[in-house]
């Protein structure tokens, strides 16, 4: 199966998830340590076809899972640190610029990848999409609204923006990981293994006593029909986390990373029915500025994604 399809179905996966996520999780699990606690173990339903999938891989491999997958929670937890400290209008482009900048070094670096011109023009095509889809004014945009929905602040200092350029690192770092893993491993047993180290990052914390009191109060209000849709969403995000892992086994992990900005295009589809349908519950920003930039971004995807198929 083509890796492009593949990365495409997975963005739109997630970000129906994304969109879910911001209506549930304000009411629900309204902190971030509590959050990343659930999608770190969360990820162990893949657990569920390990006694066909998964295989012993060796000591090496086996710790190289472990790490890579512990760098995700962490990775995690320095998003939503850069996003409570920071203006989210910058905090999320520089995030989602940091990604396949960070993955595109890597991967050369670590991978030997390398990238016909084609291919570095649709890199930089997308990386620019995403960063002039992500540069939404605040307001009612669909970007702010969900922001707002996280009941995150905004605070300019230098510690936010060092804090998500950390994060775009981590994100990038396990990527990369992800992908030197699969390049000697069946996909399913090293993304089994993957998620197993994720799981034990996640159980790491619960060390600090007043990190385990936050994240066992927070779990203590996941009750009920909210608490099954929440359980339900995360099943969801697994299908499309997987399939995103999927598409960086069969393709160039730099590549699947700048596609970041079709996950935001689909968000913006998304957001503007919702506005149609359901107007009292998101109101779209639509000046003349903002749909050009909206335009304009979509513009650049798209002969993005066109540089890759074609």
Wanted: a positive charge; charged letters at 10%.
């Amino acid at each position: 199966m083509n890796w492009l399809v593949v990365a495409i179905f997975a963005y739109l996966i997630l970000a129906l998830v994304n969109l879910a996520d911001k209506f549930l999780l304000d009411k629900i699990v309204p902190s971030a340590k509590t959050y990343t606690f659930l999608v770190s173990v969360l990820g162990l339903i893949v657990l569920v076809v390990a006694p066909w999938a998964l295989h012993w891989p060796g000591i090496y491999w086996l710790i190289v899972n472990l790490l890579v997958g512990a760098i995700f929670p962490f990775a995690l937890l320095l998003l939503y640190r850069a996003l409570k400290l920071g203006d989210t209008s910058k905090i999320i482009p520089l995030i989602g610029g940091a990604i396949p900048i960070f993955t595109i070094a890597l991967s050369i670096l670590f991978l030997g990848d390398s990238f016909s011109l084609r291919q570095w023009l649709a890199i930089v095509l997308l990386i620019c999409g995403t960063v002039l889809m992500a540069l939404m004014p605040a307001g009612h945009s669909l970007w702010s609204q969900m922001m707002l929905w996280f009941g995150l602040a905004k605070v300019k200092n230098r510690e936010a923006i060092m804090t998500a350029i950390g994060a775009g690192l981590l994100f990038a770092l396990f990527f990369v990981g992800t992908k030197y893993t699969y390049q000697a491993q069946e996909f399913l047993s090293a993304f089994i293994w993957v998620r197993i180290g994720t799981f034990l990052a996640g159980l790491a914390l619960l060390l600090p006593k007043e990190q385990r009191h936050e994240i066992f109060h927070g779990l203590r209000k996941i009750h009920g029909g909210k608490g099954f849709l929440l359980f339900a969403n995360q099943a969801i995000a697994a299908i499309g986390f997987l399939l995103q892992n999927y598409a960086i086994f069969l393709g160039s992990v730099a590549l699947v990373n700048a596609l970041q900005g079709v996950q935001y295009a689909f968000l913006l589809v998304l957001g503007a029915l919702i506005s149609v349908f359901y107007p009292n519950l998101l109101k779209e920003n639509i000046s003349t500025k903002v749909i050009i930039q909206k335009f304009l971004a979509v513009i650049l995807i798209s002969i993005g994604l066109y540089f890759l198929a074609f």
